[in-house]
C-alpha cells in the first residue's frame, strides 16, 4: 500500500502546514528578485501622479504607489504626503541584466529582496490556508469516494481517482483562503496609505466598517475570485492529469522533485492563459482600489470613487482594443506564474513526502519496540 493511501503514515495538517509555509518562503525568496528588478524598471520612467503599479512575487499582490517628479530629481509633489520607497530609488538601467548588476553593486544584494516583508505578512497564511485545505478535501473525498488518494496506487484493486476531486478541492480552497484574506488584504492597503503600525490594525478595521460596513472588508473579492477560483480549478486538474499519466505505473512513491517542478510549471501556464482575462480586469480594478485608499486626502487631485465592474472592465478593453486586448500581458503573467508554481508545488510535495517517510519510520521503530517487549 502507498504511503498516502496507509492512514497509519498519513501527514497532519501540521505537518501539511510546514510543508506548505516552506514553500510560501522559498517561493518568494527566489521569485521576488525578479518582479523587483521589474518594478525598479518600470519606476525609473515617467511617473503618473496618484497613479498605483502592481508588485508580485508570485504569491501574493502588493500597490506600489507612483509619484511625479516632472523629471527634475526633485521630491514628489508636496501635495502628495507619501515619502517615496524602495522600488524609487534613483538609478538609470538599460535593461534586466543590466538592473541585476547595478542594484548588487550600488545597494547590496539584499536589495533585490526589497518589498519582501509586507508580502510575507499575507503570503504565508493564504498559501498555507490555501494548500492545507486543498489536501485535506482531496484526501477526504478520495476516502469517501474510495478511490485512491495517490496517482497509481499499488493496489489494483484500488479506483483511480475522478478528474472532478482535484477539480472541486482546489476551487473551493481558493475560495476559503481569497474569502479569508480579503479583509486582511483591505487593512494592509490602509496601512499603506496612513503608515499605521501593526497596533492601528484595530482603527483601520473599525473605519473600514464605519464607511463601508460589515460587506466593505471583502470589496473586490468578486473579481479576485473570478480569476483565483477558476485558476486553481485548472491547475489542479491538470497537475493531477500530468502525474496519472506521466508517473509509470509501477511508480508507488510520491512524484520527485524535478517531475513536481516540471507538472507545476505546465500547469501554471494552461491555467493561466485560461484564466487571463480574469486577471486584467482584476489588475484594473486592484489599481483603482489602492489608487482610491492611498491617495485620498493626499493628493491635490485624488482617483474618484471605484464604478468598474469585471464585466464592464473586459468589454470597454475589448471595445479598444480587441480580442488581444483582454490577453495582454500574457507573456510577462505566463513568466512570472510558470516558476511560481512550479516551485511552490515542488517544495510542498517534497515536504509531504518527507514527513511521510518520517512517520513511517516514528511507525517502524514504534513497532520494533513494542515486538521486542
Avoid at 513568466?335 to 512517520?359: L, Q
Amino acid at each position: 500500500m502507498d504511503l498516502q493511501d496507509d492512514t497509519r503514515f498519513r501527514i497532519t495538517p501540521v505537518q501539511q502546514m510546514a510543508a506548505a509555509c516552506s514553500g510560501a518562503l522559498i517561493t518568494s525568496l527566489i521569485v521576488t528578485p525578479l518582479d523587483v528588478v521589474k518594478i525598479r524598471l518600470q519606476a525609473q520612467q515617467k511617473s503618473v501622479e496618484s497613479k498605483c503599479f502592481l508588485y508580485c512575487n508570485g504569491l501574493m499582490d502588493h500597490l506600489c504607489p507612483c509619484f511625479s517628479d516632472n523629471g527634475t530629481g526633485n521630491p514628489p509633489n508636496p501635495q502628495c504626503h507619501l515619502s517615496p520607497n524602495w522600488y524609487q530609488r534613483p538609478g538609470k538601467f538599460s535593461g534586466t541584466l543590466d538592473a541585476f548588476v547595478k542594484i548588487t553593486k550600488t545597494e547590496g544584494l539584499v536589495s533585490l529582496w526589497s518589498g519582501l516583508s509586507p508580502t510575507l505578512v499575507l503570503a504565508i497564511p493564504s498559501t498555507v490556508v490555501y494548500f492545507v485545505t486543498y489536501e485535506q478535501l482531496r484526501v477526504k473525498m478520495n476516502d469517501l469516494m474510495g478511490t485512491s488518494a495517490c496517482i497509481n496506487s499499488a493496489n489494483s484493486s484500488d479506483k483511480a481517482q475522478p478528474f472532478w476531486i482535484p477539480l472541486l478541492a482546489g476551487a473551493t480552497a481558493r475560495i476559503w483562503s481569497a474569502s479569508l484574506v480579503s479583509p486582511l488584504e483591505l487593512v494592509r492597503t490602509k496601512m499603506q496609505s496612513k503608515r499605521l503600525s501593526y497596533l492601528e490594525i484595530g482603527q483601520a478595521l473599525k473605519s473600514l466598517l464605519q464607511y463601508h460596513g460589515v460587506t466593505g472588508l471583502w470589496k473586490g473579492l468578486g473579481s479576485t475570485l473570478l480569476r483565483d477560483v477558476p485558476f486553481s480549478a485548472i491547475y489542479w486538474v491538470h497537475y493531477e492529469w500530468f502525474k496519472s499519466k506521466f508517473i509509470p505505473l509501477n511508480e508507488v512513491q510520491a512524484p520527485n522533485v524535478a517531475f513536481s517542478f516540471l507538472g507545476g510549471a505546465l500547469s501554471g501556464c494552461v491555467a493561466a492563459f485560461i484564466t487571463t482575462p480574469f486577471d486584467v480586469a482584476k489588475t484594473h480594478q486592484q489599481i483603482e482600489l489602492g489608487e482610491m485608499e492611498i491617495y485620498r486626502g493626499k493628493c491635490k487631485n485624488p482617483p474618484g470613487k471605484i464604478k468598474s465592474t469585471t464585466y464592464s472592465i473586459l468589454k470597454k478593453i475589448y471595445s479598444q482594443n480587441g480580442f488581444s486586448g483582454i490577453f495582454a500581458g500574457l507573456t510577462p503573467r505566463l513568466v512570472k506564474v510558470a516558476p511560481a508554481c512550479a516551485i511552490m508545488v515542488s517544495t510542498f510535495e517534497y515536504g509531504k513526502s518527507f514527513f511521510e517517510r518520517r512517520n513511517k519510520k516514528i511507525f517502524d521503530c514504534k513497532q520494533s519496540n513494542s515486538n521486542k517487549k
